[in-house]
């Protein structure tokens, strides 16, 4: 099935019910990259994180947060939550599953870290009006079918003043270009739209990714936004592609990509937005 169709609130349930389903068989990168869930599992886990994704720690500024209330919506593994967290911030997390929750909550505990955590939906953050001073979410409100009221919710719980930091998909990246020729032009169906391709073969069901206008637009609540294109470890297939991919195709494709080409000519095509926005502050 596709979820192409702006749906009403009824498919957005349904929808969201195939996205939490889909995370809670394995939080983001847990296959890949944790060996076990104890100290050493974890710090192995944020380590490669940190390796393959070195742009996290500046566009995060965990360091900056020491003191403040920030919110992170969709914690997955809990890696960022964690050195937040260190960095002495004043925790709140959410997740659509309670697997990422039990994993965060438990990576906590193990470093004598404290955060208050809970399954909590992106759309309807349970939280009160300017509530936070940062929000933080990376690589999550494209997977929820309403990403524009995420968006409003976030700069809801947000103080004036608040600045928000958010990772979502850019539309025209190298990672879509690979899978439109993988289920569009190999399945010689080559005019399968980008959109389709994220909907149905990225990741959860339903993604989205967006230019630069669609990220604008989803931004106006703020008073001001920053949005900068970055290239991935993905886009250039320099490691383990996500959970969904594997194969002789993208073996074939990891030996013959023009990754020294694409560089110098798409140095823009990245499949990472980054969006530090901010609101406005009260007069
Ligand atoms: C790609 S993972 C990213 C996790 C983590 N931020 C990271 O970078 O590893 C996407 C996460 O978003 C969560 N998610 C998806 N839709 C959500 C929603 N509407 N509200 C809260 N979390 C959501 C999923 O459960 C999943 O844990």
């Not at 709140?92 to 955060?115: N, Q, Y």
């Amino acid at each position: 099935m596709s979820h192409l169709s702006e749906g009403g609130q009824p498919e957005n349930d349904a929808l969201k019910s195939d996205v939490r389903d889909f995370w809670n068989r394995a939080s983001c990168g847990e296959e890949l990259l944790l060996p076990s869930t104890d100290r050493e599992g974890y710090l192995a886990q944020t380590r490669a994180r940190y390796e393959l994704e070195p742009y996290i720690p500046g566009f995060a500024k965990f360091k900056d947060a020491r003191g403040l209330r920030v919110l992170e919506i969709g914690v997955g593994l809990g890696a960022d939550h964690q050195s937040f967290a260190e960095a002495g911030a004043e925790m709140t997390g959410v997740d659509l599953t309670p697997r990422a929750i039990e994993h965060t909550r438990r990576r906590l505990e193990l470093f004598g870290l404290k955060s208050q955590l809970a399954c909590g939906d992106a759309e309807k953050l349970p939280f009160a009006d300017a509530s936070f001073d940062v929000v933080y979410s990376w690589g999550v409100l494209h997977h929820s079918p309403n990403t524009p009221q995420a968006f409003r919710e976030v700069h809801r719980v947000l103080k004036p003043g608040g600045t928000a930091r958010i990772m979502i998909y850019s539309k025209y990246s190298l990672i879509g270009l690979m899978l439109w020729i993988r289920y569009g032009l190999l399945r010689l169906r080559p005019w399968t739209s980008l959109t389709e391709i994220y909907d149905k073969y990225l990741e959860s069901p339903g993604t989205k990714a967006y230019t630069v206008a669609g990220a604008r637009q989803l931004c106006a609540p703020f008073a001001s936004a920053s949005i900068e294109t970055v290239m991935t470890h993905g886009d250039l297939l320099t490691s383990e592609a996500g959970q969904r991919h594997r194969g002789l195709a993208l073996s074939i494709a990891r030996v013959v990509w023009p990754r020294w080409l694409f560089k110098i000519v798409a140095p823009k095509s990245g499949l990472f937005m980054l969006i530090e926005c901010h609101k406005a502050a009260s007069k």
